[in-house]
């Protein structure tokens, strides 16, 4: 025998009953917005990114509150939904509370049916931790400001020592002006230095920069950091 239709209507209206729930109580930080970027929904977790509540958020856009900060990652994003492919997709961003900038990532999944025109999407948040005084965050373990660069960072570096201006290293390495910021701001607490211009002089006195080559590159010596 068959279920009615109004059984398989009670039995839908309770599992997303059972799904808000979850979705409400899950200490990761999530939102379920339309294939535009509109957001349907968020969670605490995701509103408390913000400092907010979850309903301050709906219907408004991920590109309003969240800026990417790597161009590639966000075409990769847009080819994929395109192309109806169903993966996931992490885009670095950048955002800010109440004047102070918070740096993270975002993990877009479309989750609705392969079927659909339109899908929805399931969009994570992981904020990096930057243990700033007084922000109630764990701080991270120093890094060593000799142990080599991250392949973006090897990247920025030299460009960063020959003047290039922000918007020029941006378009050398693929990236937003904002993401360019974000790497030198990384560089800077690394080295412990407050500015580009000490930053420059500092990598040559670690030799993280080649002090024979012109225009500047990164050591030959030095191991790069994945």
Same mark, same amino acid.
């Given at each position: 025998?068959?279920?009615?239709?109004?059984?398989?209507?009670?039995?839908?209206?309770? +599992?997303? *009953?059972?799904?808000?729930?979850?979705?409400?109580?899950?200490? /990761?930080?999530?939102?379920?917005?339309?294939?535009?970027?509109?957001?349907? @929904?968020?969670?605490? !977790?995701?509103?408390?990114? +913000?400092?907010?509540?979850?309903?301050?958020?709906?219907? =408004?856009?991920?590109?309003?509150?969240? $800026?990417? $900060?790597?161009?590639?990652?966000?075409?990769?994003?847009?080819? !994929?939904?395109?192309?109806?492919?169903? *993966?996931?997709?992490?885009?670095? /961003?950048?955002?800010?509370?109440? @004047?102070?900038?918070?740096?993270?990532?975002? $993990?877009?999944?479309?989750?609705?049916?392969?079927?659909?025109?339109?899908? =929805?999407?399931?969009?994570?948040? %992981?904020?990096?931790? $930057?243990?700033?005084?007084?922000?109630?965050?764990?701080?991270?373990?120093?890094?060593?400001?000799?142990?080599?660069?991250?392949?973006?960072?090897?990247?920025?570096?030299?460009?960063?020592?020959?003047?290039?201006?922000?918007?020029?290293?941006?378009?050398?390495?693929?990236? %937003?002006?904002?993401?360019?910021?974000?790497?030198?701001?990384?560089?800077?607490?690394?080295?412990?230095?407050?500015?580009?211009? !000490?930053?420059?002089?500092?990598?040559?006195?670690?030799?993280?920069?080649?002090?024979?080559?012109?225009?500047?590159?990164?050591? !030959?010596? @030095?191991?790069? =950091?994945?």
């Amino acid at each position: 025998m068959e279920p009615s239709g109004q059984a398989l209507g009670e039995a839908a209206t309770a +599992w997303r *009953s059972r799904f808000v729930s979850l979705f409400d109580r899950a200490p /990761v930080a999530l939102a379920i917005s339309d294939a535009y970027g509109l957001i349907l @929904g968020a969670n605490p !977790a995701f509103a408390s990114a +913000w400092q907010l509540q979850p309903g301050k958020l709906e219907g =408004r856009r991920l590109l309003d509150i969240l $800026t990417p $900060t790597n161009d590639r990652q966000l075409r990769r994003l847009d080819e !994929a939904l395109r192309s109806r492919r169903r *993966s996931r997709y992490p885009v670095e /961003v950048t955002w800010q509370v109440r @004047g102070t900038a918070r740096h993270g990532r975002v $993990t877009v999944e479309p989750v609705s049916d392969p079927q659909d025109d339109v899908p =929805r999407l399931l969009v994570s948040l %992981t904020e990096e931790l $930057t243990g700033e005084p007084g922000g109630g965050r764990s701080e991270l373990p120093p890094e060593d400001p000799a142990d080599g660069l991250s392949l973006q960072e090897a990247r920025i570096l030299p460009l960063v020592a020959a003047g290039a201006a922000g918007s020029a290293i941006a378009r050398e390495v693929g990236l %937003t002006v904002d993401g360019v910021n974000y790497h030198v701001t990384r560089l800077c607490r690394r080295l412990d230095v407050p500015n580009r211009p !000490a930053l420059i002089a500092r990598a040559y006195v670690l030799g993280l920069l080649d002090p024979a080559a012109w225009p500047p590159r990164v050591a !030959a010596a @030095g191991p790069e =950091r994945a």
